[in-house]
Protein backbone atom coordinates (compact mmCIF):
# COMPACT_ATOMS: atom_id res chain seq x y z
CA UNK A 1 0.00 0.00 0.00
CA UNK A 2 2.42 2.45 0.93
CA UNK A 3 4.65 2.01 -2.28
CA UNK A 4 2.02 1.99 -4.34
CA UNK A 5 1.14 5.28 -3.04
CA UNK A 6 4.80 6.76 -3.13
CA UNK A 7 4.58 6.05 -7.07
CA UNK A 8 1.26 7.62 -7.15
CA UNK A 9 2.71 10.87 -5.42
CA UNK A 10 5.69 11.09 -7.38
CA UNK A 11 3.80 10.81 -10.46
CA UNK A 12 1.18 13.36 -9.43
CA UNK A 13 3.54 15.75 -7.97
CA UNK A 14 4.08 17.85 -11.18
CA UNK A 15 1.62 20.54 -12.58
CA UNK A 16 2.01 19.71 -15.64
CA UNK A 17 0.71 15.96 -15.35
CA UNK A 18 -2.12 17.35 -12.67
CA UNK A 19 -3.13 19.33 -15.56
CA UNK A 20 -2.88 16.32 -17.57
CA UNK A 21 -5.20 13.88 -15.34
CA UNK A 22 -7.50 16.97 -15.04
CA UNK A 23 -7.94 16.52 -19.03
CA UNK A 24 -7.90 12.98 -18.93
CA UNK A 25 -10.60 13.03 -16.46
CA UNK A 26 -12.82 14.96 -19.33
CA UNK A 27 -11.74 12.39 -22.62
CA UNK A 28 -9.04 10.46 -24.42
CA UNK A 29 -6.11 12.99 -25.72
CA UNK A 30 -3.64 12.00 -28.20
CA UNK A 31 0.15 13.33 -27.38
CA UNK A 32 -0.24 16.04 -30.47
CA UNK A 33 -3.77 17.14 -29.04
CA UNK A 34 -2.60 17.32 -25.23
CA UNK A 35 0.96 19.22 -26.43
CA UNK A 36 -1.78 21.90 -27.92
CA UNK A 37 -3.98 21.89 -25.31
CA UNK A 38 -1.22 22.29 -22.77
CA UNK A 39 1.08 24.84 -24.28
CA UNK A 40 4.12 22.45 -24.23
CA UNK A 41 6.34 20.12 -26.85
CA UNK A 42 5.34 17.29 -27.56
CA UNK A 43 8.22 15.32 -26.00
CA UNK A 44 7.64 16.98 -23.44
CA UNK A 45 4.09 16.12 -23.43
CA UNK A 46 4.86 12.34 -24.43
CA UNK A 47 7.82 12.44 -21.26
CA UNK A 48 4.73 13.12 -18.60
CA UNK A 49 2.18 11.00 -20.68
CA UNK A 50 5.01 7.97 -20.12
CA UNK A 51 5.63 8.90 -16.51
CA UNK A 52 1.80 8.82 -15.52
CA UNK A 53 1.64 5.55 -18.27
CA UNK A 54 4.53 3.67 -15.72
CA UNK A 55 2.46 4.65 -12.25
CA UNK A 56 -0.45 2.82 -13.57
CA UNK A 57 -3.04 6.01 -14.00
CA UNK A 58 -3.51 6.32 -17.81
CA UNK A 59 -3.87 3.53 -20.16
CA UNK A 60 -2.67 4.00 -23.83
CA UNK A 61 -4.81 2.38 -26.77
CA UNK A 62 -2.80 2.07 -30.34
CA UNK A 63 -5.37 3.02 -33.22
CA UNK A 64 -4.42 3.93 -36.82
CA UNK A 65 -0.34 4.81 -35.77
CA UNK A 66 -1.86 7.20 -32.87
CA UNK A 67 -1.38 6.69 -29.12
CA UNK A 68 -4.55 7.62 -27.54
CA UNK A 69 -4.26 7.88 -23.56
CA UNK A 70 -7.21 7.68 -21.45
CA UNK A 71 -7.33 7.91 -17.80
CA UNK A 72 -7.40 4.52 -15.69
CA UNK A 73 -11.00 5.21 -13.38
CA UNK A 74 -9.80 3.12 -10.25
CA UNK A 75 -6.26 4.27 -10.64
CA UNK A 76 -7.06 7.13 -7.86
CA UNK A 77 -8.84 5.14 -5.77
CA UNK A 78 -6.25 4.17 -2.41
CA UNK A 79 -4.96 7.62 -2.84
CA UNK A 80 -8.55 8.93 -2.03
CA UNK A 81 -9.99 6.32 0.41
CA UNK A 82 -7.19 6.90 3.07
CA UNK A 83 -7.66 11.13 1.98
CA UNK A 84 -11.03 10.88 2.95
CA UNK A 85 -11.13 8.27 5.96
CA UNK A 86 -7.69 10.65 7.01
CA UNK A 87 -9.72 14.18 6.65
CA UNK A 88 -13.40 12.52 8.73
CA UNK A 89 -10.40 10.81 11.66
CA UNK A 90 -8.76 14.35 11.36
CA UNK A 91 -12.46 16.31 11.83
CA UNK A 92 -13.25 13.81 14.82
CA UNK A 93 -10.10 14.84 16.77
CA UNK A 94 -11.01 18.35 15.92
CA UNK A 95 -14.10 18.15 17.68
CA UNK A 96 -12.63 16.10 20.23
CA UNK A 97 -10.19 18.99 21.17
CA UNK A 98 -13.02 21.29 20.91
CA UNK A 99 -14.73 19.11 23.42
CA UNK A 100 -11.60 19.25 25.51
CA UNK A 101 -11.28 22.89 25.62
CA UNK A 102 -14.82 22.96 26.29
CA UNK A 103 -14.84 20.82 29.66
CA UNK A 104 -12.16 22.31 30.52
CA UNK A 105 -13.64 26.20 30.87
CA UNK A 106 -16.34 24.35 32.46
CA UNK A 107 -14.71 22.90 35.27
CA UNK A 108 -12.21 26.43 35.43
CA UNK A 109 -16.24 27.97 36.15
CA UNK A 110 -15.32 30.62 33.66
CA UNK B 1 -4.43 24.22 16.37
CA UNK B 2 -2.69 21.26 17.18
CA UNK B 3 0.09 19.12 16.15
CA UNK B 4 -1.28 16.26 13.45
CA UNK B 5 0.77 13.63 12.35
CA UNK B 6 -0.62 10.77 10.26
CA UNK B 7 0.91 7.74 8.12
CA UNK B 8 -0.22 4.62 6.33
CA UNK B 9 1.51 1.57 7.14
CA UNK B 10 0.28 -1.46 5.34
CA UNK B 11 -3.55 -1.07 5.79
CA UNK B 12 -3.30 0.18 9.29
CA UNK B 13 -3.80 4.42 9.56
CA UNK B 14 -2.13 5.77 12.53
CA UNK B 15 -2.90 9.43 13.60
CA UNK B 16 -0.67 11.30 16.14
CA UNK B 17 -2.25 14.36 18.08
CA UNK B 18 -1.23 16.52 20.90
CA UNK B 19 -4.08 17.78 23.16
CA UNK B 20 -3.49 20.51 25.40
CA UNK B 21 -5.72 18.48 28.27
CA UNK B 22 -5.09 16.24 31.06
CA UNK B 23 -4.87 12.63 29.71
CA UNK B 24 -7.17 11.50 32.57
CA UNK B 25 -9.71 14.07 30.84
CA UNK B 26 -8.60 12.87 26.99
CA UNK B 27 -9.10 9.18 28.27
CA UNK B 28 -12.80 9.61 29.83
CA UNK B 29 -13.58 11.54 26.40
CA UNK B 30 -13.35 7.79 25.11
CA UNK B 31 -14.43 6.21 28.26
CA UNK B 32 -17.95 7.78 28.98
CA UNK B 33 -20.76 7.62 27.14
CA UNK B 34 -21.86 11.55 27.88
CA UNK B 35 -18.72 12.81 26.26
CA UNK B 36 -18.73 10.57 23.60
CA UNK B 37 -21.95 11.64 22.57
CA UNK B 38 -21.06 15.62 22.69
CA UNK B 39 -18.41 14.74 19.91
CA UNK B 40 -18.17 11.55 18.56
CA UNK B 41 -20.20 12.13 15.55
CA UNK B 42 -19.68 14.17 12.18
CA UNK B 43 -20.77 17.75 12.54
CA UNK B 44 -24.55 17.82 12.15
CA UNK B 45 -24.59 14.31 12.77
CA UNK B 46 -26.13 13.35 16.58
CA UNK B 47 -24.45 10.48 18.69
CA UNK B 48 -26.85 8.59 21.12
CA UNK B 49 -25.01 5.82 23.29
CA UNK B 50 -27.44 2.76 23.76
CA UNK B 51 -25.05 0.65 25.74
CA UNK B 52 -21.13 0.95 27.10
CA UNK B 53 -19.85 -1.03 28.76
CA UNK B 54 -16.53 -0.12 29.70
CA UNK B 55 -14.32 -3.38 30.17
CA UNK B 56 -12.81 -5.76 27.85
CA UNK B 57 -15.42 -8.01 25.81
CA UNK B 58 -17.82 -5.54 26.35
CA UNK B 59 -20.26 -3.51 23.66
CA UNK B 60 -20.46 0.29 23.08
CA UNK B 61 -23.80 0.37 20.60
CA UNK B 62 -24.40 3.74 19.05
CA UNK B 63 -26.49 5.40 16.31
CA UNK B 64 -25.55 8.68 14.15
CA UNK B 65 -28.21 10.56 13.39
CA UNK B 66 -28.28 13.37 10.87
CA UNK B 67 -30.06 16.32 11.92
CA UNK B 68 -28.85 19.06 9.31
CA UNK B 69 -31.15 19.58 6.84
CA UNK B 70 -28.55 21.34 4.52
CA UNK B 71 -27.11 17.92 4.23
CA UNK B 72 -30.10 16.88 1.56
CA UNK B 73 -29.85 13.29 1.37
CA UNK B 74 -28.51 12.67 4.62
CA UNK B 75 -30.98 14.32 6.59
CA UNK B 76 -32.39 11.94 8.86
CA UNK B 77 -30.42 9.00 8.41
CA UNK B 78 -28.92 6.73 10.70
CA UNK B 79 -25.89 4.85 11.01
CA UNK B 80 -25.66 2.07 13.78
CA UNK B 81 -22.27 0.91 14.96
CA UNK B 82 -21.28 -1.67 17.51
CA UNK B 83 -17.82 -1.81 19.12
CA UNK B 84 -16.50 -4.54 21.13
CA UNK B 85 -13.89 -3.38 23.39
CA UNK B 86 -10.65 -5.82 23.43
CA UNK B 87 -8.22 -4.49 25.92
CA UNK B 88 -8.41 -1.45 28.17
CA UNK B 89 -5.67 0.33 30.52
CA UNK B 90 -7.19 2.72 32.18
CA UNK B 91 -6.13 6.12 31.63
CA UNK B 92 -3.39 4.82 28.95
CA UNK B 93 -5.16 2.29 26.20
CA UNK B 94 -8.03 1.07 24.55
CA UNK B 95 -8.36 -1.28 21.97
CA UNK B 96 -11.76 -2.55 19.96
CA UNK B 97 -13.14 -3.22 16.96
CA UNK B 98 -15.76 -1.15 15.22
CA UNK B 99 -18.56 -2.84 13.21
CA UNK B 100 -21.69 -1.51 11.24
CA UNK B 101 -24.66 -2.62 13.00
CA UNK B 102 -28.44 -2.56 13.00
CA UNK B 103 -30.55 -1.03 15.57
CA UNK B 104 -30.99 -4.84 17.12
CA UNK B 105 -27.00 -4.60 17.71
CA UNK B 106 -26.94 -7.33 14.64
CA UNK B 107 -23.58 -6.36 13.00
CA UNK B 108 -23.75 -6.62 9.66
CA UNK B 109 -21.39 -9.19 8.07
CA UNK B 110 -21.03 -7.61 4.99
CA UNK B 111 -19.26 -4.94 6.07
CA UNK B 112 -15.40 -4.81 7.44
CA UNK B 113 -14.82 -4.72 10.91
CA UNK B 114 -11.93 -2.67 11.86
CA UNK B 115 -9.48 -2.54 14.74
CA UNK B 116 -8.78 0.70 16.70
CA UNK B 117 -6.07 1.12 19.15
CA UNK B 118 -5.62 4.07 21.34
CA UNK B 119 -3.18 5.54 23.30
CA UNK B 120 -2.49 8.20 25.40
CA UNK B 121 0.71 9.68 26.76
CA UNK B 122 1.87 11.98 29.24
CA UNK B 123 3.83 14.56 27.81
CA UNK B 124 5.82 18.11 29.18
CA UNK B 125 2.87 19.66 26.64
CA UNK B 126 -0.36 17.81 27.31
CA UNK B 127 -1.87 14.41 25.67
CA UNK B 128 -0.32 12.72 22.91
CA UNK B 129 -3.13 10.50 21.52
CA UNK B 130 -1.95 8.06 18.94
CA UNK B 131 -4.80 6.29 17.22
CA UNK B 132 -3.99 2.87 15.07
CA UNK B 133 -7.19 2.28 12.65
CA UNK B 134 -6.20 -1.13 11.24
CA UNK B 135 -8.20 -2.90 8.19
CA UNK B 136 -8.58 -6.15 7.04
CA UNK B 137 -7.22 -5.31 3.91
CA UNK B 138 -7.46 -2.14 1.26
CA UNK B 139 -11.41 -3.22 -0.15
CA UNK B 140 -12.49 -2.39 3.39
CA UNK B 141 -10.58 0.42 3.41
CA UNK B 142 -12.92 1.28 0.44
CA UNK B 143 -16.00 -0.18 1.57
CA UNK B 144 -15.90 1.83 4.73
CA UNK B 145 -14.83 5.24 3.08
CA UNK B 146 -18.04 4.63 0.83
CA UNK B 147 -20.20 4.19 3.86
CA UNK B 148 -19.80 7.10 5.14
CA UNK B 149 -19.23 10.18 2.66
CA UNK B 150 -20.86 12.13 4.95
CA UNK B 151 -18.42 14.70 4.65
CA UNK B 152 -19.28 16.60 1.05
CA UNK B 153 -18.50 15.45 -2.35
CA UNK B 154 -15.36 16.74 -2.60
CA UNK B 155 -14.09 16.07 -6.33
CA UNK B 156 -10.84 13.92 -6.52
CA UNK B 157 -8.84 16.41 -8.04
CA UNK B 158 -9.62 18.69 -5.46
CA UNK B 159 -8.13 16.42 -3.11
CA UNK B 160 -5.37 15.36 -5.26
CA UNK B 161 -4.22 19.30 -5.44
CA UNK B 162 -4.62 19.68 -2.19
CA UNK B 163 -1.66 17.19 -1.59
CA UNK B 164 0.73 18.25 -3.91
CA UNK B 165 0.60 21.43 -2.68
CA UNK B 166 1.70 20.64 0.96
Given amino acids: MEERLASLFQALADPNRLRMIELLRKQEWTVVMMANQLGISQPQTSKHLRILYDAGLVTVTIDAN??????????LEPLDAWRTYMARETERLDRLETFLAESQREENGS | MSTVKSHVEGTTLIMERLFKAPRQLVFEAFSTPAHLEKWWGPSGWETKVYSFDF?????????????????????????????????IDPYSRIVYTDAFSDADGHV???????????EFLDTSEGTLFISR???????ALQQ??????????????????????Q
Fill in chain 1, 66 to 75: RRRYALKSQA
Fill in chain 2, 144 to 165: VVEMGAVEGFTSQLDRLEAIVS
Fill in chain 2, 55 to 87: KPGGIWHYCMTCVDKEQGDFYGMESWGKSTFID
Fill in chain 2, 108 to 118: NPDLPVMTITN
Fill in chain 2, 133 to 139: SEFPNEE
